[in-house]
């Protein structure tokens, strides 16, 4: 099994900046993948981007140039550092993870909140 823990989030105003992180521990494989998705009131949820242990990052398109992605693979611990934040990026982010033995967990979800 595979255990998420997150932190981060919170509220900010528009233009702002917020970190979150998170971090695997348990039965999980070096070569992984981590990210987040997010889901806004009223919305389904969509992946905001993905991180492979590697370096291999991918991004959805209304959030590329402002988030980046990193880990660090000797903590196991991926982050998502949002900038400019407007307010549709308001949402539950939940952090995933894969690898080739477990298939995707979510974490608990962190909210993030962007006021006007």
């Known amino acids: 099994q595979v255990q998420l823990v997150e932190s981060g989030g919170g509220l900010v105003q528009t233009g702002g900046s917020l970190t979150l992180s998170c971090t695997a521990s348990?039965?999980?494989?070096?070569?992984?993948?981590m990210g987040w998705d997010r889901q806004a009131p009223g919305k389904l949820s969509e992946e905001v981007g993905t991180i492979s242990s590697r370096g291999t990052t991918t991004y959805e398109a209304s959030v590329k140039g402002r988030f980046t992605l990193s880990r660090d693979n000797t903590r196991n611990t991926a982050y998502l550092h949002m900038t400019n934040l407007k307010a549709e990026d308001t949402g539950l982010y939940y952090c995933?993870?894969?690898?080739?033995?477990?298939?995707?967990?979510w974490g608990q979800g962190t909210q993030v909140t962007v006021s006007p």
């Open positions: 995933k993870f894969s690898d080739r033995r477990v298939g995707a967990t």
């Open positions: 348990g039965n999980i494989l070096n070569e992984n993948t």
